[in-house]
């Protein structure tokens, strides 16, 4: 059975960084496209950025364009969310997503990411 892990969140100053990272087990991450969402209080969970399975295509939210980085190293089974020049607004629970070719999706349990100084 498919399952996502993910992990990297935090406190962060605004105009800081962190690297948000989504490990999979049970089945091989080459067999799916994958994105990260986030749901921050009292508002719908929303799409970040997304990459094809073969990590060629990526797609970002414009609020989050040039800061933000979606990577994938399918070898290690792992999905990565480099996110830079944070801002309060950026202040979230981050989802990892995993979405087969039969349009099944997976979801991970999320970590929380607070951006405040």
């Known amino acids: 059975q498919l399952q996502l892990v993910e992990s990297g969140g935090g406190l962060v100053q605004p105009g800081g960084s962190l690297r948000l990272s989504c490990a999979t087990s049970g089945s091989t991450l080459e067999d799916y496209a994958t994105g990260w969402f986030r749901q921050a209080p009292g508002k719908e969970r929303e799409a970040v950025a997304c990459i094809s399975s073969s990590g060629r295509s990526t797609n970002y939210a414009d609020s989050v364009k040039g800061r933000f980085t979606i990577s994938r190293d399918n070898a290690k089974n792992t999905v990565y969310l480099q996110m830079n020049s944070l801002r309060p607004e950026d202040t979230a629970v981050y989802y990892c997503?995993?979405?087969?070719?039969?349009?099944?999706?997976?979801w991970g349990k999320g970590t929380l990411v607070t951006v405040s100084s």
């Open positions: 997503n995993l979405v087969n070719n039969g349009g099944m999706n997976y």
